[in-house]
């Protein structure tokens, strides 16, 4: 049973240059996320999803797009890189609650450097 | 906005005592409230959720508790070890939909033996 599992692992990038980041879950969960981690800034939201087809912003979304083509998948991408865009990148997956709130599930994180 | 703090970014004890982390938060009235861990290099790891109704929730050597007038929880651990020694971050519900969760900046326990 993998959870949630993100690709790449790590990756460098030059400034201007474009990349998405893939986030896989296999339990079948409605929502999914995608945080950033700075250094004193905790965790932040992106951009999530509450199902296929649908997207919504986060707390910080701009420079980023996302798309939920299928309910296991959800990708994260740059168009054009920038130094502010390094992080560390979590994306995350949870059932639909209803309000009541269940736990989210997280992948390992994709640690990104913008040079 | 909602806003979380957490109180304090790092707290130190010794190992056996009883370590109590603070979260409060404001402009909002989260219908519950969770407490993760995280280690270094690794992803939030799901403790413990709170519901509003919930006054206290235990699980082993964990208890949270929710006080909702005073927009405070407070997460205990009770004779803590060594392992014990993470990151522990509070989070929300980013609005009464409850889609999508917004975390505290997380205070990092060191357990010392």
């Known amino acids: 049973n993998a959870g949630v599992t993100q690709t790449p692992k790590f990756r460098v990038l030059k400034t201007g240059q474009s990349m998405t980041l893939l986030c896989a879950q296999d339990m079948n969960h409605e929502y999914m996320y995608w945080y950033r981690q700075d250094p004193g800034m905790g965790l932040r939201l992106i951009h999530y999803s509450v199902g296929e087809g649908t997207t919504a912003k986060g707390e910080v979304p701009d420079g980023y797009n996302v798309s939920r083509l299928k309910k296991q998948n959800f990708l994260l991408g740059l168009e054009s890189a920038a130094p502010s865009q390094t992080s560390v990148y979590f994306c995350?997956?949870?059932?639909?609650?209803?309000?009541?709130?269940?736990?989210?599930?997280f992948g390992q994180g994709t640690r990104l450097t913008v040079v | 906005s909602q806003k979380i703090e957490q109180n304090s970014e790092a707290l130190n004890i010794q190992e056996g005592k009883t370590a109590t982390l603070t979260c409060n938060y404001t402009n909002y009235s989260p219908a519950y409230l969770q407490w993760y861990r995280q280690d270094p290099g690794r992803g939030p790891v799901f403790l413990l959720l709170i519901r509003e109704n919930e006054k206290e929730k235990r699980k082993e050597r964990l208890k949270v508790t929710f006080d909702t007038t005073l927009k405070q929880s407070l997460f205990h651990i009770t004779a803590s070890q060594p392992a014990d020694s993470a990151t522990y971050l509070c989070?929300?519900?980013?609005?009464?939909?409850?889609?999508?969760?917004?975390f505290g900046k997380g205070t990092t326990l060191s357990v010392s033996s």
């Open positions: 995350a997956s949870s059932l639909r609650s209803g309000g009541l709130g269940t736990e989210a599930f």
């Open positions: 989070a929300l519900a980013r609005s009464q939909a409850g889609t999508a969760l917004i």
